[in-house]
């Protein structure tokens, strides 16, 4: 097993799904979490099953074992009346700030929807599944000049039907 190859093929899914599961932009340090455990357990691998979700499971595991820790973390502070404040406004969003939430995701799952076929399809490959493009081009069976164009097109499609959401 090529392990920079590993990497280079999975490294916007793992992202896409630490950023998913934990709410944060940026992780490197999850990221490399994930890999050092592909690694270590590369022999514990049975071709039961794609390598790439393989790696999708141990990338969720690491990502709620985050999760837990850091939960576990905010409950052994100190509960000092600066800390209680802390502690109860990170733990729950608000019923507002959550209904905001719900309606933005509808209103940008119904964008996708109403995108042309090509650039959904290039849009929930890419950005949901977190595909390369030359996976993509491979899974639809076109050039990945063609890929690009269409995510171009797509986003920009999104940019403007989302514009009030921005």
Same mark, same amino acid.
């Given at each position: 097993m090529d392990?920079?190859?590993? !990497?280079?093929?999975?490294?916007?899914?793992?992202?896409? *799904?630490i950023?998913? *599961?934990t709410?944060?932009?940026?992780?490197? %340090?999850? @990221?490399?979490?994930?890999? =050092?455990?592909?690694w270590?357990?590369? &022999?514990?691998?049975?071709?039961?099953?794609?390598?790439?979700?393989?790696v $999708?499971?141990?990338?969720?595991n690491?990502?709620? %074992?985050?999760?837990?820790?850091?939960?576990?973390?905010?409950? &052994?502070? $100190?509960?000092s &009346?600066?800390?209680?404040? =802390?502690?109860?406004? %990170?733990? /729950?969003? $608000?019923p507002?700030?959550?209904? !905001?939430? $719900?309606?933005?995701? /509808?209103? *940008?799952?119904?964008? !996708?929807?109403?995108?042309?076929?090509?650039?959904?399809?290039? !849009?929930?490959?890419?950005?949901?599944?977190?595909?390369?493009? @030359?996976?993509?081009?491979?899974?639809? /069976?076109?050039?990945?000049?063609t890929? /690009?164009?269409r995510?171009?097109?797509a986003?920009k499609?999104?940019?403007?039907?989302?514009? &009030?959401?921005?």
């Open positions: 392990f920079k190859e590993i !990497i280079k093929n999975n490294k916007q899914h793992v992202k896409n *799904i950023r998913l *599961i709410k944060e932009e940026e992780n490197e %340090d999850l @990221e490399q979490e994930v890999y =050092v455990k592909v270590k357990n590369a &022999d514990k691998y049975k071709e039961q099953g794609s390598f790439s979700s393989w $999708t499971t141990i990338a969720k690491v990502s709620k %074992d985050y999760l837990k820790s850091a939960y576990r973390k905010r409950q &052994d502070l $100190t509960t &009346d600066e800390n209680v404040l =802390v502690l109860v406004r %990170d733990k /729950k969003s $608000t507002e700030k959550r209904l !905001i939430q $719900t309606e933005r995701q /509808k209103q *940008i799952i119904k964008a !996708i929807h109403e995108l042309k076929p090509k650039f959904k399809e290039v !849009i929930l490959l890419i950005e949901i599944e977190g595909l390369s493009y @030359e996976e993509c081009s491979k899974k639809i /069976k076109c050039p990945i000049g890929i /690009k164009s995510l171009y097109n986003k499609e999104l940019a403007e039907k989302l514009e &009030d959401l921005m």
